[in-house]
Each structure stands twice: as structure tokens, then as C-alpha cells.
């Protein structure tokens, strides 16, 4: 991968009686649909998921990349990381934490292998707690080409794992091919090509929560039409976006994304200038061009709204193309690049906010947040470290609270919501930043969450509590069993709250779960003394009796600030 400056052209953050018998699904009203439509992308804000994290340890690889330079064993000496933030591993499980050679508080620091596939469950389930309707996985090209089987292995896990998360969390994905680092001779097209009819052929596109756009899944090419990257030659982009839209074999078709210059309608800038480029970029279905980097507060935003944003919108529709702006929250690579601290604030999410509600002012009806977890470049927007008690003792950090504002790790998630709400017309665009983010104001946050139990196989799909540090969080994931007779479900709840209400509720239809409609109370037990639980929590078992009539249960949460 080719590492340029932020300001640089190509800079990418890289039953049988009862058919449905027990059903418990969590959703956040802020947050948007439990099961996100995967045939469109009206009103949606999707993000860019890496998953290049890895470190070694059976069934992952043999060594860490992307944590460090070289591949070694992250120690915080000079010279050694290159990533810039630290993950908030406080919701992660023993077996997916991962030793380093730093230490925290004088204790042993971890790391995570995106591989495992908890680490890419919960990622997907912060996605949907948090109202973010899918991800783009990240496809480089140059993995392929280089033949590194150990890296290949462990991208093509994140994507399956990725690809089954989205079935249990009801989010949506597609794959993103990028280009950075190819060269001409090094048939960068015939890769995506085959790589996309073997994707395809092994099932990734069925299932129902891959992205898709008139009919079509969608695939997204990021790169061509950049001065650094390939092709030189317009002819062979637009080969291979007409390949894609009516050359290829039918069942391989799709509608093409375009991860454009951020410069792409007047060729300047970052945009090659041969004249074939016009049409290639309005070949795409959607065209998205790449904003990272290219100013430096909410002053530069603004002006690139009235330069770029506002009459490149324009220009899209007039060639009956979607327009997907791009927005970021901060920028720096100090370890990676040796570039300056902070390089480009995050000033406690005025800078995000700024762009999202420019790009909504604008018309936009899509966005395109970078990157879910992007710690290289610290545009993550992904839980991580708050403060200094929270990073490893050794090497640079940057930390939420850079800017003098404490933030809980969870912060640009929440901002994330926010921007969904306000693409899809639920809050107005205004310049007001939030002062509650990802919570529906005075009234409080209200969610539910628990699992869906189908008769057919006794599958069980688990929607997990949000983590117990935040105020949204109720308590532990719920456990459920299935019996001939009744439906339990077994969830560790927090009581040391006043403002947290919890209660299970019953409907005889899924459309009577309606957050203003008042359902039967289910009643519940409490576990006598169960070992290992949290001072201020207790266990209660919730318990569905299955009769002749079909029912639906929920548990629910009730947030008043």
C-alpha cells in the first residue's frame, strides 16, 4: 500500500405448529431499520471496513501487520507502529485479545486479529447499535497480485465472517476493489475481474444482505482516474466499468461505485486531465469522490461544499447518477508518516459534523463515512482510547480527548447515528452540534434487543446488549432456550440506575412493536446468587409460554437522561 501525504491525490484511508414462534430483535429508534433494505441505497450512510488487522496466533497469521512496521511485535519504540489510535478492547472476550510487547498500567497491552470472527460480530453489531446501515470491504488489489496467501486467507475470512454478521445484525455490504500501488503491466483489471466471478460464484452476492442497486449487487472500484493511480489510459477504466454493467456474463453483472477524485468534474487536482475521463466517471452508478485529506476545518469544508460538493451533486444528477459524499472525522499519521501530531483535528467532532450536514444541505441522500476502522490514519470511527489511561505505556497515541473535550470512546459512533437520522430526514441539517448524540433528546433512549428464534433448524440469531460502560447499555447478551413449551430468555441486567428501565413485552404481530405502543408486561424471575456478577446488575429469566397462538417477545430498555 502506497502511503502519501493527506493532501496528496491518491491519500485512501485504506411449528411446524408455529413457523416463527419467539422473536426478540434489538433496535435503536435513532439508529434507523433492524433489518436494513438491501435493494437500494436511498437514505442510507455506509462506511469503509478494513479488517487488515493481523496478528499472529493459531488460525490467524504468522505475523502483525498492519499494527507495525515490518510485522513485528508491537513495542511502542521509535520507529515501531504505525498506527496512530488505540481500540477500546473493554468489550472484547479473553480469546480474542492478542499480546503485544507494550504494556498498560504495567500490565500486558493486546491487540486484535480482525480475522476472528467475534471481533468482526461485534463490529458489525456496533454498526447496527448505532444506526450505520453497512460497510464496503475494502478488496486491494495488490493483495492479489503479490500472491501473499497468508494475507489473502485472512482478508477473504473477514469478508465470510463479515458477510454472516450482516445476516444475524440485518446490516448490508459489498466489496470495494482498490487499486493503490498497481502498475500498469501488472493486469490490475483481469484480477478485480476474476476475483469478482470466483467472489460470486462461491455465493457471496445471495443471501440477501449484499447490496444492491436496481437489480443489481453493486460492486465499488476506488482509484482509476487519479494521477497516482492506474490506468493511464481512460479506455481501460471505462473497459472495465462496461464490463461489469453489460459485458460480463449475466450472473455477473453489477452495478459500479466510484471511488473518484476528489477533483473528478473539472480534471484539476488530483484528477487526471485527458478528456475520456468525463465519461468514465459518469459511467459509474454512483459517483463518490474521495474528500480525505483535501482541507483542514470546517472553514475548508464549507468552501468546498460551494465549490466541489454543491455543483458536483449537480452535475451527477444531470447524467442520472447517484452521489455519495464522502466524510471523515479527523486526519493524522504521525507513526506511520512521520507526520505532525494531530494533523488534522477532529476539534470533539465539530469537523464531522460539519461535513455531514454541508453534504445533507447539499441534497445528498447518501453518505459515505471513512473509515469504520481506520487507526492507521486516525480517521477510525470505531470505539478507541479516550484518554492516557487507557493506551499502552509505550509509543505516540492520539486520544479522544486531544482537542481539551473528554469523550466517551464511543463518540463518533454516536455522531455517526446522528448522521443517519439526518440523512433520512428524522432531525433537520443544522450547523447546532449535538449535545447528546445518538439519543433521541429529553424523552430518553429506548432500544430492545435479545434473539430471533426460527422453529425450522432451532437457528438461533443473537442481537447483543451494547457494552455495560455507556448509557444505552441494559446489561449482558441474552441467552435463550428453546423448550417444547416455552421460550426462556437468561440476560444479566443493570439495576444501579434509575433512569434505565427494562421489561420484556409481548405482541401477537411484529407490527404491533411500535415504541409508542403499550404491550403486555412478560413477567420474570430473578437468579439467586449467581456467581461472578457485577455489583449493581442481577440475573433475570424471561419466560414466553408457547401456546396455539403465534407471539413475539421483546425486551426493552428505556434510557431517561
Not at 501487520?65 to 515501531?80: E, F, L, M, Q
Not at 453483472?253 to 484539476?268: I, M
Not at 475548508?300 to 451533486?313: E, H, I, Y
Amino acid at each position: 500500500m502506497k502511503f502519501l501525504s493527506p493532501f496528496s491525490p491518491v491519500l485512501r484511508g485504506w411449528g411446524v405448529g408455529l413457523l416463527l414462534w419467539g422473536w426478540i430483535g434489538m433496535v435503536f429508534p435513532a439508529a434507523g431499520q433492524t433489518v436494513v433494505d438491501a435493494t437500494s441505497l436511498s437514505n442510507k450512510i455506509l462506511t469503509g471496513y478494513q479488517g487488515w488487522f493481523t496478528a499472529p496466533g493459531t488460525g490467524y497469521s504468522t505475523r502483525w501487520i498492519h499494527w507495525t512496521r515490518d510485522h513485528v511485535t508491537p513495542t511502542g519504540a521509535s520507529n515501531n507502529l504505525i498506527v496512530e489510535m488505540y481500540p477500546d478492547l473493554r468489550e472484547f472476550d479473553p480469546d480474542e485479545l492478542i499480546a503485544t510487547g507494550m504494556t498498560r498500567g504495567g500490565a500486558t497491552a493486546h491487540l486484535y486479529a480482525a480475522r476472528h470472527p467475534k471481533t468482526v460480530r461485534r463490529h458489525v453489531r456496533w454498526m447496527m447499535e448505532y444506526g450505520i446501515d453497512g460497510a464496503f470491504l475494502q478488496r486491494f488489489v495488490r493483495t492479489h497480485y503479490d500472491g501473499d496467501t497468508d494475507y489473502k486467507a485472512q482478508m477473504n475470512a473477514v469478508l465470510w465472517n463479515f458477510r454472516s454478521s450482516c445476516a444475524d445484525y440485518g446490516r448490508v455490504f459489498a466489496v470495494m476493489y482498490d487499486v493503490s500501488g498497481m502498475l500498469e503491466t501488472e493486469g490490475w483489471d483481469t484480477l478485480i475481474q476474476d476475483d469478482w466471478k470466483s467472489l460470486v460464484d462461491a455465493g457471496l452476492t445471495s443471501g440477501g444482505r449484499y447490496l444492491h442497486h436496481q437489480g443489481r449487487p453493486l460492486v465499488a472500484i476506488w482509484g482509476p482516474g487519479f494521477t497516482h493511480c492506474v490506468p493511464a489510459d481512460p479506455a481501460k477504466a471505462q473497459a472495465l466499468i462496461d464490463w461489469f454493467r453489460s459485458n460480463a456474463p449475466v450472473n455477473y453483472r453489477a452495478a459500479v461505485w466510484g471511488g473518484v477524485p476528489g477533483e473528478w468534474r473539472t480534471k484539476t487536482g488530483d484528477s487526471r486531465t485527458q478528456s475520456g475521463w468525463d465519461n468514465v466517471y459518469r459511467s459509474y452508478d454512483v459517483i463518490s469522490p474521495w474528500t480525505v485529506g483535501r482541507f483542514p476545518d470546517e472553514a475548508g469544508a464549507d468552501s468546498w461544499k460551494s465549490n466541489r460538493l454543491v455543483p458536483d451533486l449537480a452535475s451527477a444528477q444531470t447524467a442520472g447518477r447517484i452521489y455519495a459524499p464522502v466524510v471523515w472525522p479527523g486526519f493524522s499519521w504521525k507513526n506511520l508518516n512521520n507526520g505532525p501530531t494531530n494533523q488534522i483535528p477532529r476539534k470533539g467532532g465539530k469537523f464531522f459534523w460539519r461535513q455531514i450536514v454541508n453534504a445533507k444541505s447539499a441534497g445528498a441522500g447518501l453518505l459515505y463515512l471513512a473509515m469504520f476502522d481506520e487507526v492507521d490514519e486516525a480517521t477510525a470511527l470505531y470505539k478507541v482510547a479516550e484518554n492516557r489511561t487507557q493506551i499502552p505505556d509505550q509509543g505516540y497515541w492520539l486520544t479522544l480527548d486531544a482537542d481539551g473535550t473528554n469523550l466517551p470512546s464511543d463518540w463518533y459512533l454516536r455522531l455517526s447515528c446522528e448522521a443517519g437520522r439526518m440523512i433520512r430526514g428524522e432531525i433537520p441539517a443544522t450547523t447546532n452540534f449535538p449535545s447528546t448524540p445518538g439519543s433521541v433528546g429529553a424523552s430518553g433512549w429506548q432500544g430492545w434487543a435479545g434473539v430471533l428464534a426460527v422453529q425450522t433448524g432451532d437457528l438461533l440469531r443473537r442481537y447483543a446488549w451494547c457494552g455495560a460502560d455507556n448509557p444505552r447499555a441494559a446489561g449482558s447478551e441474552p441467552s435463550v432456550v428453546a423448550e417444547t413449551n416455552r421460550l426462556m430468555l437468561t440476560t444479566v441486567v443493570r439495576t444501579n440506575d434509575p433512569r434505565l428501565v427494562v421489561r420484556a413485552e409481548v405482541a401477537t404481530n411484529l407490527s404491533d412493536f411500535s415504541l409508542a405502543t403499550n404491550l403486555p408486561v412478560a413477567s420474570y424471575s430473578v437468579v439467586a446468587n449467581p456467581t461472578n456478577l457485577p455489583a449493581g446488575h442481577e440475573k433475570r429469566v424471561f419466560t414466553l409460554p408457547r401456546d396455539s397462538e403465534r407471539k413475539f417477545l421483546r425486551l426493552r430498555a428505556t434510557y431517561n437522561p
